[in-house]
Nanobody, 125 residues
Framework: QVQLVESGGGSVQSGGSLRLSCAAS????????MAWFRQAPGKEREGVAA???????KYADSVKGRFTISQDNAKNMLYLQMNSLRPEDTAMYYC???????????????????WGQGTQVTVSS
C-alpha cells in the first residue's frame, strides 16, 4: 500500500511562491508516475503537473512556465515549486501516484491509484 502525505501549503499574496512536498511510503515500483492535482471549491479536480521515473514531465497549460515538478528518488519525495502565483491558483492540492509499472504520464485522475489528503493553497490579490 502506498501512502502519500503532502505539506507546504499556505497563504501567499499574488506573485508569491510556495513549494509543496509529498512524502511517499510503500512500494510504487522502479517504473512509475506521480502527479499533482488541485481542486477549487465548486470545481472539478484538475491535473497540474506529472512526472515519471524517467524524468519526463507534463504540465497543464495554465501553469506552464510558473510551476515546476521534481522528485528526489533517494528520499521518496515529490515536489511542486509554484512561482508567480495567482488568485486562480487557490485550491486544495493533492499528490497522486499511479500503480507500479504505470510509467506513462497523464493529467487524468483515473490514471492514479493513490492519493494524499491534500494541502491548501490560498493566493490573495
Amino acid at each position: 500500500q502506498v501512502q502519500l502525505v503532502e505539506s507546504g501549503g499556505g497563504s501567499v499574496q499574488s506573485g508569491g511562491s510556495l513549494r509543496l512536498s509529498c512524502a511517499a511510503s510503500g512500494y510504487i515500483g522502479s517504473s512509475y508516475s506521480m502527479a499533482w492535482f488541485r481542486q477549487a471549491p465548486g470545481k472539478e479536480r484538475e491535473g497540474v503537473a506529472a512526472i515519471n521515473s524517467y524524468g519526463s514531465t507534463k504540465y497543464a497549460d495554465s501553469v506552464k512556465g510558473r510551476f515546476t515538478i521534481s522528485q528526489d528518488n533517494a528520499k521518496n519525495m515529490l515536489y511542486l515549486q509554484m512561482n508567480s502565483l495567482r488568485p486562480e491558483d487557490t485550491a486544495m492540492y493533492y499528490c497522486a501516484a499511479a500503480a507500479p509499472s504505470s510509467w506513462w504520464i497523464l493529467l487524468l485522475s483515473d490514471h492514479y491509484n493513490y492519493w494524499g489528503q491534500g494541502t491548501q493553497v490560498t493566493v490573495s490579490s
